[in-house]
Structure formats: structure tokens, C-alpha cells
């Protein structure tokens, strides 16, 4: 068994992975949300029905990774952190603190409540890579271990240089005292009417417009990995920059000896932003499902930009949405549906969060 579920993490990620026996899995849960009532309600009873019941084994979850800094993503974990009430054994967290990046000053808001909050749990952190960055080196073999229960795990993203990028960021959202960089342009973007639904989709014009790269630092941090198993594979990105995903994965299809990644399943990176999937990205890649994790709050996630690359370049792909929304509902057109050959799937009725069975 391998699978996961995309949790209800309105416009960031929250993800659930379980692999192994079905009775007994292995867990890995990467990112939490942001600050969300509903994200945490379902993390906590997640943790409450699947780990409460289970007998005491040693571990709860074989891996949590904080993918980078970014509040969708870290603000959920922080929260189950702090929370005293839950005790959580993971046998490792993977985040690049302040400590890992290559500085002496002190850091972002959150991510040190969050490392002060791994310290105060007495949680391993990066243990897997000797309490040092979770990174890319220049040269050598890309990192890959072998989580107990036969996980294998490769990891693509983040290089030094874009841990050395976040640097000044981090350091100057400190000083900002609390802002959140690029919220004010976000929530004029947000102001703006949505002219979205008004023209007919036309994949192949939008699939066909210009790539720019996703200019943040703190997305280009962010921890990316294939996770084997079973003969499954499903890559995993956070917010990661397409260029870093693809400079990755050709060293991954050379180690291989392969000219293609064979995946079951892409998280697509950044909640499918046209900035982070790019089509080098996607000609690297033989992908039968996509994954999307957002509500399309704040950034209007996915671009159907990103959405007409994918079904542009690999027919009978499978659109899997965690949100029913304004920006993921069009893509359930069937004369689109008939002409790019593939198929669209939600969270069932009365559902909250969408299991993905690889
Ligand atoms: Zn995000």
C-alpha cells in the first residue's frame, strides 16, 4: 500500500502519506497548512484515529518535513508543535532552520517558533543528513536513504545556493517585525476582479505562453524528493523552483541511467503556479497523475497555465484537485476533456480531503 491524501489546506499543503502493510503503515506527513481550523482539526484527528489506536511502536511517523519557510506551509506544523496536549515521535524532521543556512544572524519569526518548538519536543532534526542542511551538493551523488517499512527516498531540491538565497530574506522579514514578504502585492492581486471562466480554455495557446522562473527565495528552498515504493514512485516538491526540480531529476535520470522519470504520481509544485511547472520540467517526466493542493485563496492556484502544460504534454493524464473551486471546476469541461484526453478527480461527496491510492 502507498498512498496519499491531500489535506484540506485551503491555499497551501498539508500532506499525508502512508506505505506499507494497510493495516499497520508507515508515515511520512509533509507540511501543515497554514493557519487554518480546518487543516488542524484534520491533522489532529488523523493522528487521533490512525496513531491513537495504533499500539505504542517507536516511531509515529518515519519522516515530517517542513518543506521551507513559507506561512502555508509552516504555520500548521508550528501550531501541532506548540500543541502540548499531542506527543509526536516522528524518527526525523527535516527543515532548513536559520542554523543551515550559512549565516550567524538571527532568524525568520516562525521558523525560529518552530525550531525552538523541535528542540523543546526533543524531536530529531535532520538527523538523516547529520543535524546539517537538508541540500543538494554541486557534485557527488544526489542524497537517497531507505526509510524503514523500504521507502526510498531521493532527494532533488533544495541546492546550497538556494538555501544561500534565503538568507537575506529571512533576515529582512525579521526586521520587517511580522510582515509577510509579498503579501501586500498578494492582496492587491486578490482585489482585482477575476476575469477567469470568461473566455473559453484553450490549453494549447496557454500551455504555449512564456515560462518565467518563481523569483522567491523562500519557495526556491524548499525540500523535494522522489519517494519509491513498491514499485511506486511519486515526486514530491513543496514550493520548488522548476528549474531546480529539473537540474535535479536530470542527475536523477543519469544515476538511473534513464531518459525519462517514471512516476505514478507529481505533487505539482506551488499549488500549480504557471512560475514553478515548466515544460523542460514536464519533458523529463512520464506522469500519470497530478496532484493539486489549494483553494485557489490568495493566488488564485491552480494557473491554467500550468494545468494546459501538463494535459498538453501527457495524454490521458489524471487532474487530481483536493478544492472544487472557481479556478479547478472549468477543467471539468468535457468538450476540453474530449479533445486533450484527460480526466479530472475530488474529494468524494462528503469528504473533506482527497486519498490518493498509488
Ligand atoms: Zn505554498
Not at 501586500?184 to 522562473?213: I, S, Y
Request: glycine letters at 6%; one cysteine or more; a negative charge.
Amino acid at each position: 500500500m502507498f498512498a496519499i491524501e491531500l489535506l484540506p489546506a485551503r491555499h497551501g499543503d498539508a500532506l499525508w502519506i502512508e506505505y506499507g502493510d494497510a493495516e499497520h503503515p508507515h508515515r511520512i506527513l509533509i507540511d501543515g497548512g497554514p493557519s487554518s481550523t480546518i487543516t488542524r482539526k484534520a491533522i489532529e484527528s488523523l493522528i487521533a484515529d490512525r496513531i491513537g489506536a495504533e499500539s505504542q511502536r517507536e516511531h509515529d511517523f518515519e519522516l515530517i518535513v517542513v518543506t521551507h519557510i513559507d506561512a502555508d506551509h509552516i504555520t500548521g506544523l508550528l501550531k501541532l508543535f506548540e500543541n502540548r496536549s499531542i506527543v509526536l515521535r516522528p524518527r526525523d524532521v527535516w527543515f532548513n532552520g536559520w542554523d543551515h543556512l550559512p549565516s550567524d544572524l538571527l532568524g525568520a519569526k516562525q521558523g525560529e517558533s518552530l525550531s525552538a518548538a523541535i528542540v523543546r519536543n526533543r524531536m530529531p532534526w535532520n538527523a538523516d543528513f547529520a543535524g546539517r542542511a537538508v541540500q543538494v551538493e554541486d557534485t557527488g551523488a544526489l542524497p537517497s536513504l531507505d526509510l524503514p517499512g523500504g521507502m526510498r527516498i531521493t532527494l532533488l531540491s533544495p541546492t546550497r545556493q538556494a538555501l544561500a538565497a534565503l538568507r537575506p530574506v529571512w533576515k529582512r522579514e525579521v526586521e520587517k517585525a511580522g510582515l509577510v514578504p509579498g503579501q501586500a502585492a498578494a492582496d492587491e492581486r486578490a482585489k482585482q476582479p477575476d476575469v477567469l471562466g470568461e473566455k473559453p480554455l484553450d490549453p494549447k495557446a496557454l500551455a504555449a505562453e512564456p515560462f518565467e522562473n518563481d523569483p522567491s527565495e523562500a519557495n526556491g528552498s524548499s525540500i523535494a524528493f522522489i519517494a519509491e515504493f513498491d514499485g511506486k514512485s511519486l515526486l514530491l516538491t513543496g514550493d520548488a523552483r522548476a528549474d531546480i526540480l529539473s537540474a535535479g531529476l536530470r542527475r536523477h535520470l543519469q544515476e538511473r541511467n534513464a531518459s525519462r522519470a517514471q512516476l505514478s504520481a507529481l505533487k505539482v509544485p506551488h499549488h500549480g503556479s504557471r512560475n514553478n511547472l515548466s515544460l523542460d520540467l514536464l519533458s523529463l517526466l512520464d506522469c500519470e497523475r497530478f496532484l493539486f493542493s489549494t483553494n485557489g485563496d490568495i493566488y488564485q492556484h491552480p494557473d491554467r497555465v500550468a494545468v494546459s502544460r501538463v494535459i498538453t504534454t501527457h495524454d490521458g493524464a489524471g487532474l487530481e484537485f483536493n478544492y472544487q473551486t472557481q479556478f479547478t471546476q472549468p477543467w471539468e469541461s468535457r468538450r476540453v476533456k474530449r479533445k486533450f484526453h484527460y480526466s479530472t478527480r475530488f474529494p468524494a461527496d462528503g469528504n473533506q480531503w482527497l486519498r490518493v491510492e498509488l
